[in-house]
Nanobody, 124 residues
Framework: QLQLVESGGGLVQAGGSLRLSCVAS??????LGWFRRAPGKDREFVAG????????DYADSVKGRFNISRDIDKVTVYLQMSSLKVEDTAVYYC???????????????????WGQGTQVTVSS
């Protein structure tokens, strides 16, 4: 069983920045991604990256503001969030897919493992 542990969440003012990190317990994954769930809403895709790191995808709502990256040696995926808005407030989850895939995964059903989530709160 692969475990994922997120960190880096917190309270920030609108316009500020945060960087989320997610460490995997072992290096046995292909696609990596970040999702979020705001109060009263379903979990939604935020950003994804493939194994090579050459492929990324973002939700329209975060394009140009968020950046996903991964460090294979550290078995870590990052989400750099800038120009944060109040509507970015949510619990953020990282996810990974087992090996054997080369493209970016954007659906929750395409991921095999999930972290526990980290709260991001953006104040006005």
């Amino acid at each position: 069983q692969l475990q994922l542990v997120e960190s880096g969440g917190g309270l920030v003012q609108a316009g500020g920045s945060l960087r989320l990190s997610c460490v995997a317990s072992r290096q046995s994954w292909s696609a990596l991604g970040w999702f979020r769930r705001a109060p009263g809403k379903d979990r939604e895709f935020v950003a994804g990256i493939n194994w090579s790191g050459e492929g990324t995808d973002y939700a329209d709502s975060v394009k140009g503001r968020f950046n996903i990256s991964r460090d294979i040696d550290k078995v870590t995926v990052y989400l750099q969030m800038s120009s944060l808005k109040v509507e970015d407030t949510a619990v953020y989850y990282c996810a990974c897919r087992k090996g054997g895939w080369s493209r970016v995964a954007v659906l929750t059903t395409e991921y095999d493992y999930w972290g526990q989530g980290t709260q991001v709160t953006v104040s006005s």
